[in-house]
């Protein structure tokens, strides 16, 4: 008589991501944490197919041998977005940033009224009135 293994079906629990896996683990600061890893790829890709030691790397980012190793196995922690920006720019590389509000903000957004000054004008009249040469009266 043979025997047949019961092999059992586990049926795993599929979440879709929401686009940044540090937030899907709830890791603190995990925009910051993509911001990151999107910087470190980016100084990888440039990186790997240079044909520089790992020596010559640091003295063109200003950094020791032992942080470019860090660097070239994608451990980002060590150094902050505004470091691997500058790591960037010192591999010839344009840095832009955008600031734009979320998408789910945009379709809330209102308009923010206009403050009002002590005379009842608002800002934009104020300001005008200044860089017209009109200054400020008292």
């Keep these: 008589m043979s025997r047949l293994k019961k092999t059992r079906s586990r049926?795993?629990?599929?979440?879709?991501?929401?686009?940044?896996?540090?937030a899907d683990?709830?890791?603190p600061n995990s925009e910051q944490e993509l911001i990151k890893a999107q910087l470190t790829l980016q100084i990888y890709s440039l990186l790997k197919d240079s044909g520089m030691t790992q020596v010559e790397i640091g003295?063109?980012?200003?950094?020791?041998?032992?942080?470019?190793?860090?660097?070239l196995r994608n451990r980002s922690g060590n150094f902050s977005v505004g470091r691997l920006m500058e790591f960037l720019t010192a591999?010839?590389?344009?840095?832009?940033s955008t600031v734009r509000?979320?998408?789910?903000?945009r379709a809330?957004?209102?308009q923010i009224p206009?403050?009002?000054?002590?005379?009842?004008?608002?800002?934009?009249?104020?300001?005008?009135?200044?860089?017209?040469?009109?200054?400020?009266?008292r």
């Design 11 to 22: 049926v795993g629990r599929i979440t879709e991501s929401s686009g940044n896996v540090f």
């Design 25 to 27: 683990m709830a890791l």
């Design 59 to 71: 003295k063109i980012l200003g950094v020791p041998q032992p942080q470019v190793s860090l660097l």
């Design 91 to 96: 591999l010839r590389q344009d840095v832009e």
């Design 101 to 105: 509000p979320t998408l789910g903000a």
């Design 108 to 110: 809330r957004r209102k």
């Design 114 to 137: 206009r403050a009002k000054t002590a005379l009842g004008n608002d800002n934009r009249a104020a300001s005008q009135r200044y860089a017209d040469g009109g200054g400020c009266s």
